[in-house]
């Protein structure tokens, strides 16, 4: 049988990054005298190639290093080891973790923007970039995927950066895996989790089903959440050379929302929430299920087709914090969203090994089709009976719409190893997104707000790689990139008629990269200095009443360096560093509201969401089996958190120390651990909400805090 995508080596590593052990893989040692392993192979650059060789930045962390010693909700968990990746836990699960790569995504107030994110090949963003991480089972990930830098152009819309988690696939005889996880601030997690395979050959098949459940009272006041998530995964292989396989997946969140502080209340009562949280009883409820296949055929020894089809349904409640003389006026949508989605989409991609001059060539080339339609509805948070006014309850409707979105793009990729030592990569992207609103919530006072927008772009890539040594790889890439408005950032209008944002243009960034793989003994150092300027950047204009209008504020100008080294320093010690310098500021002056010297905001202003200085370090101890521990650290430089950079986040040096014992016995395996974050007990903010109204920018990460947990398993 000829494999339908020999790209996974099965690593078992322990408790940091997997890239220690890729090291160790892409080299062929063996360093506990195991058989050898397969090299590490990515797909973030479109095509299979081993991690070693891809002309761009991308970072792995295995399955195994997502789960050992933590708790398995959050990515912000183990991101924070890739450079150029800023995640940060709001403590918030109303608004999702605040992610960006590379400065990409800085200005999300909710959610995640400017970067793309996939699950098993299925999209996490939206056709308007809009994407969320909810439904992202960590407790039966394979591996995480992050792509950074001018290869992310090839992904089409809001792709500054592209994470791509995917889900184990089963293998041999049956395998259950049951698991426990506490921690402080009444934080439980229990989970199930089962795989195997039947065998090989036609009519074989290999199967993951993974079930959880999370709650946590909060570590602050009015920030309780409930999550219940469960991940399917279904191979089967239909001949010698095709395989299908089927995704499921859903995720139901309840969850409360503090909201955020002023500074005085971040340094004097962080637990606390904002004061009309309280009396708004501000929430949230996702509900979201989502199903997917994915069809994969060799053809010949030379060309292989693959196929995706998704469909899925999203429904959101959230119940926010705006004064009731706020919604008064009758253009007002109200302070309750009610939000219907349902979303799917088709990928169609075609591989060819080819020769060109006698030497190897790869093309690829294929289409990618995404829709949305969402029925969006406002509601009054307050009811008024008898004289009497009831607050954080569903009022009276105020806004009612259909919108309406897709993309089509198709895109073609060609790989030419031209001679043994130099590679060349081009690759161009067509990306066509339209909007359409429909409002059907037409009356005196509030107008008709449909309307109807399309961007078309082309993104082209091209990437030089050289095989200076056999352990020294060098690459410079460039591309370019543009990023639309969401849908929520074209509802309203700066100046208040109605309408869509019409004259709010999509961001155009051309990015170029310089970067250096090197294979140092046992360990993996790589280097990456980097440019990216943008024109149109997309910034909050105003951020009042429960509603932000947005506008374009000219040129920007990210540049930076990120260093990366992970290895094993000696027999069952590994250590990760990783670094990152970014600097990224306005080249043009714009205004920030109404034309007025106090609301300019020049140029040289440093863009906000972004820390300047980012450095992560672990060392562990971590044998086959028997005792572990491990101490990581991390620095956070200052981050401003508005554009007139007149506040900031202070920055902070936090650790962590963990230890656990993993025991083994005939088919069973025993994994208890403990951990304690935030060792010094330091006071910081965990995240920013970028240009807040009222000085509320910050979200409050938790003083010492514990996780402890109990992982069996037992293979039949």
Do not use: C
Not at 233 to 243: C, M, P, Q, Y
Not at 555 to 580: D, V
């Amino acid at each position: 049988m000829t494999p339908v995508a020999p790209y996974r080596s099965r690593l078992r590593l322990s408790l940091l990054l997997a890239l220690p052990a890729a090291a160790h893989a892409a080299e062929g040692v063996s360093p506990q005298g195991v058989a050898q392993l397969a090299p590490v192979i990515v797909t973030s650059t479109q095509r299979a190639q081993p991690l070693f060789e891809a002309p761009a930045s991308v970072g792995i962390i295995e399955g195994d290093a997502l789960r050992d010693g933590r708790m398995q909700v959050n990515l912000s968990e183990s991101l924070g080891a890739i450079p150029g990746v800023l995640a940060q836990n709001r403590e918030n699960y109303a608004q999702d973790l605040q992610l960006s790569i590379r400065g990409f995504g800085s200005r999300s107030t909710f959610g995640v923007r400017g970067i793309r994110l996939y699950v098993d090949g299925i999209p996490a963003t939206m056709p308007d970039g809009q994407g969320q991480t909810s439904n992202i089972d960590l407790s039966s990930a394979e591996r995480v995927e992050v792509l950074r830098g001018p290869f992310s152009a090839l992904y089409g819309n809001s792709s500054g950066g592209v994470i791509q988690v995917f889900t184990e696939s089963g293998e041999g005889p049956p395998r259950i895996v049951s698991s426990f996880t506490a921690g402080s601030d009444g934080q439980r997690r229990y989970g199930l989790k089962a795989g195997g395979a039947t065998g090989a050959g036609p009519g074989a098949l290999d199967y993951m089903v993974s079930l959880n459940r999370y709650s946590t009272d909060g570590y602050r006041d009015h920030g309780s959440a409930r999550k219940n998530l469960g991940n399917a995964k279904l191979g089967v292989a239909l001949g010698e050379d095709s395989k299908l396989t089927v995704i499921l997946n859903s995720v139901h969140v309840r969850a409360q929302d503090p909201q955020g502080l002023q500074y005085d209340e971040l340094m004097d009562a962080p637990r606390s929430a904002a004061p009309n949280a309280l009396l708004f009883d501000t929430r949230k409820t996702v509900k979201q299920t989502q199903g997917g296949l994915v069809y994969e055929r060799r053809i010949g020894a030379d060309n292989a087709l693959r196929l995706t089809a998704y469909y899925g349904q999203r429904k959101t409640e959230q119940f926010q914090a705006i004064p009731v003389s706020t919604q008064r006026p009758p253009s007002h949508s109200g302070g309750v969203i009610d939000l219907e989605r349902n979303y799917g989409g088709l990928d169609a991609r075609w591989t060819s090994t080819l020769q060109l001059a006698g030497r190897p060539l790869t093309l690829i080339g294929g289409v990618a089709y995404d829709v949305l339609r969402e029925d969006r509805r406002g509601y009054e948070n307050f009811v008024d009976a008898g004289g009497a006014q009831q607050l954080g309850v569903k009022g009276r409707l105020r806004r009612d719409e259909t919108n309406d979105l897709w993309n089509i793009d198709p895109y073609a990729q060609a790989s030419w190893a031209f001679t043994d030592r130099w590679t060349l990569d081009l690759g161009l992207r067509y990306s066509t997104v339209s909007f359409r609103s429909d409002d059907h919530y037409v009356q005196e006072g509030n107008r008709d707000d449909s309307g109807s927008l399309r961007y078309r772009k082309a993104l082209p890539m091209a990437a030089l790689r050289y095989q200076a040594t056999e352990d020294l790889s060098l690459y410079a890439t460039v591309g370019r990139g543009f990023e639309t408005p969401t849908f929520n950032e074209l509802s309203y209008r700066s100046d208040g008629l109605a309408g869509l944002n019409t004259a709010l243009r999509p961001s155009v960034n051309t990015s170029v990269e310089v970067g250096a793989k090197a294979r140092i003994g046992n360990s993996l150092l790589t280097a990456a200095l980097f440019q990216t300027r943008t024109r149109d950047e997309i910034v909050a204009a105003d951020s009042l009443g429960g509603r932000s209008t947005f506008r374009n504020a000219g040129r920007t100008l990210r540049k930076g360096f990120e260093l990366s080294w992970q290895g094993e320093l000696a027999r069952h010690w590994q250590g990760a560093l990783a670094y990152t310098w970014l600097d990224a500021k306005y080249r043009d002056s714009f205004y920030a509201g109404s034309e007025t010297p106090a609301n300019l905001i020049p140029s040289g202003n440093r863009i906000p969401g972004i820390a300047r200085h980012a450095l992560h370090a672990s060392i562990s101890w971590a044998p086959p089996q028997g005792w572990r521990a491990g101490i990581e650290g991390r620095y956070l430089s200052k981050i401003y958190v508005n554009d007139s950079n007149d506040s900031a986040a202070p920055g902070y040096f936090t650790t962590a120390v963990h230890a656990g014992y993993l025991w083994r016995f005939q088919q069973w395996e025993i994994n208890a651990y403990a951990r304690v974050d935030n060792v010094l007990d330091k006071r910081y903010a965990g995240a920013a909400i970028i240009n807040a109204g009222f000085g509320r920018y910050y979200e409050p990460a938790p003083g010492r805090n514990w996780t402890a947990g109990l992982h069996a398993s037992h293979q039949f």
